[in-house]
């Protein structure tokens, strides 16, 4: 067993804020920190977020303080407190999510070497092995349309989450909430699924 933490340990004493420390511009900023969340929601183990990440308080901790809890009326900070509420629901429904957090059995790797378009993808599976889930990840600041994606069955992937959402404060490049995979092999699978990845952005498929 295992904790992923991002304890108060990490946005203080000069550190900055999670949101502090992204690169880029303002919105930049906001699409990294929700890349990172969905990787982390995402990889084997239990998460720790502390106080003031789920809304991404932009100043890092004081404790003679309350939190900014103002940030909260303002777009960007909604669509981060949004994407923590759904992230939390996923992953407790989908037991692909949590059922294997402690067996190495539950994670495969997809694709961990495409440093050239910044691509990294895993699925993760559920206690039985009969359900799973795909989770894609671009880190890199460019789109990438038709990314092939191999899976291990055919058929219709609904998108469960898609950290570029509107609703999160993002751009809403994506898949319109579905794709189909073809029989056409990558990454060693005898299917792959052709997406639309959005800049700085985590997406998670289910069949």
């Not at 996923?90 to 910044?118: P, S």
């Not at 959402?165 to 794709?179: E, Q, T």
Request: proline residues 5%.
């Amino acid at each position: 067993n295992f904790v992923l933490p991002l304890s108060h340990d990490e946005v203080v004493h000069g550190k900055r804020s999670l949101l502090g420390r992204m690169p880029g511009r303002d919105d930049e900023q906001f699409a990294n920190l929700r890349l990172l969340y969905g990787l982390m929601w995402a990889h084997p183990g239990k998460k720790l977020l502390f106080m003031g990440g789920e809304f991404a308080q932009r100043a890092e901790w004081r404790a003679q303080a309350s939190l900014d809890w103002h940030l909260a009326q303002y777009a960007p900070h909604q669509g981060v407190r949004l994407l923590v509420h759904d992230l939390n629901n996923l992953t407790r429904e989908h037991g692909a999510l949590h059922e294997r957090d402690t067996d190495a059995d539950g994670f495969e790797w997809i694709a961990y070497d495409d440093a050239r378009n910044g691509v990294a993808a895993f699925i993760r599976w559920n206690a039985a092995h009969d359900a799973h889930a795909v989770c894609v990840f671009n880190f890199s600041g460019a789109r990438h349309d038709r990314y092939e994606i191999g899976v291990p069955q055919a058929g219709g992937y609904r998108e469960l989450l898609n950290t570029d959402a509107a609703a999160y404060g993002g751009s809403d490049v994506g898949n319109a909430g579905w794709a189909v995979a073809q029989e056409r092999p990558a990454h060693g699978r005898p299917f792959s699924l052709p997406l639309t990845l959005p800049p700085r952005a985590a997406i998670w498929l289910a069949p």
